[in-house]
């Protein structure tokens, strides 16, 4: 019975169409378009709609993909516009227009022609975060860097994920197996006289991998080059000690660093009691001591998101969403102008951590702390139904054997008795 209700508690919630990165055929000509440089160590799927999998590819993987977005009238500034239907509908929808595999040679060449074009011959690295689908990185972060008014060439460097808020372990453990390459494309960067300016932004658990491979680099080379200039830090999943020490290793001068700070994501104190209760990088109070002096010595400018409304019920992302956030973000990286928290709006979508025991997946325990979660989050409703089958059919076996009755008296509690 407790299969039953929660399997019955999940699908009654709308859900939208996965598997949407098939070209479509038609375009719409009051759509605009942003072409993307994919770097991944994903392993490459054989459905050629989903392009990526959740699984850890043996070798980087590029590829180029062209997104369209449909216009102002139908679309607000930082949403991502799913389609209801498959196909994608150009002149409602996000749709992919255009995607070609590439090998690392055509990859660099995409990127010399498309850096030779670009106004200022920039660069925008995207990172994303916990718990996202290959096609959940590639629409955020077009609509990243078509409403930023960016003129960088968007490079998205996504990791092996497997979009459930049931494997916070296995997406951690990606980002490790990310980190040199990650450091790889940051050396090419480094080394290419044709960019001139390098800017990162990453969210969530992301931010983890950037720092890492940003302190590799800088201890291998004796520091970091000065066309890497803004990096921007967005609700960071990061332990605050291991960032002093982080920041400590990449030496002077480092980029500037932006971090984006919420002290009601809940999604951050989840992961402050998984980690031994040591705050988050992304939630703390940044006028308390030490953050405030540390942050002054470092120049590192704190943007205070806790004040601003969010959609997410998680309060984890307010920064792509937000209108004036994104536009903040646009000016930082053309301009190098420091940013402040006076204009900051809404918030992103839901990017959920998870507790330990929720990420032990098969577990009851696990599962029944995951519901709420699942609830709202489509990734986590279908690999969470996933493994409800699973358990159900060993709770049955169980049943039999033992001779129980389970009442699920609540989506949270489970009562059993012989």
């Known amino acids: 019975m407790l299969a039953s209700a929660l399997a019955a508690l999940l699908w009654g919630c709308a859900s939208r169409p996965t598997n949407v990165l098939l070209p479509v055929a038609e375009t719409s000509p009051s759509a605009s378009k942003v072409e993307m440089l994919v770097a991944t160590t994903r392993s490459r799927s054989s459905n050629p709609a ?221 992961s402050k009691r998984v980690w031994g209760d040591i705050p988050r990088l992304g939630s703390i109070n940044p006028e308390q001591s030490p953050y405030k002096e540390e942050f002054a010595k470092n120049n590192v400018v704190v943007i205070d998101l806790t004040k601003v409304k969010s959609g997410d019920k998680l309060n984890h992302g307010k920064f792509a969403e937000s209108p004036q956030t994104v536009q903040l973000i646009g000016a930082r990286i053309a301009g190098g102008q420091n940013l402040t928290d006076s204009r900051v709006g809404l918030g992103d979508t839901i990017i959920q951590a998870t507790t330990g025991a929720a990420a032990a997946a098969g577990s009851a325990a696990g599962l029944v702390i995951a519901a709420p979660v699942a609830v709202i989050d489509q990734n986590t409703r279908e690999n969470y139904g996933r493994q409800v089958n699973a358990l159900a059919g060993s709770q049955n076996s169980q049943k039999a054997k033992a001779g129980k009755n389970c009442v699920v008296s609540s989506p949270t509690i489970q009562d059993c008795r012989k």
């Open 50 to 270: 989903e392009m990526f999998t959740g699984e850890r590819g043996l070798a980087p993987s590029f590829a180029e993909i062209t997104v369209s977005i449909p216009p102002a009238s139908v679309r607000k500034v930082g949403e991502v516009a799913w389609p209801k239907k498959l196909p994608s509908n150009p002149a409602t929808d996000f749709a992919v227009v255009q995607t070609d595999d590439l090998t690392v040679q055509t990859a660099k060449g995409w990127l010399h022609a498309s850096v030779r074009k670009s106004r200022d011959h920039s660069v925008l690295v995207f990172i994303h975060g916990f718990n996202n689908r290959f096609e959940d990185s590639v629409y955020r972060f077009a609509q990243i860097a078509h409403d930023t008014g960016t003129d960088s060439v968007p490079i998205l460097v996504t990791w092996p994920s497997r979009g459930s808020a049931l494997a916070y372990g296995y997406d951690r453990e990606s980002t490790n197996y990310t980190r040199d390459g990650l450091e790889l494309l940051f050396q090419f960067l480094a080394r290419d006289p044709d960019i001139k300016e390098v800017s990162i932004l990453a969210h969530s658990m992301g931010n983890w991998l950037a720092l890492e491979a940003l302190r590799q680099m800088a201890i291998r080379n004796g520091g970091l080059p000065a066309k890497f200039k803004n990096v921007m830090l967005a609700a960071p999943d990061v332990d605050v000690d291991v960032f002093r020490t982080q920041i400590a290793d990449m030496g002077k001068p480092h980029p500037q660093f932006t971090l984006f700070v919420s002290q009601d994501d809940r999604a951050l104190a989840i």
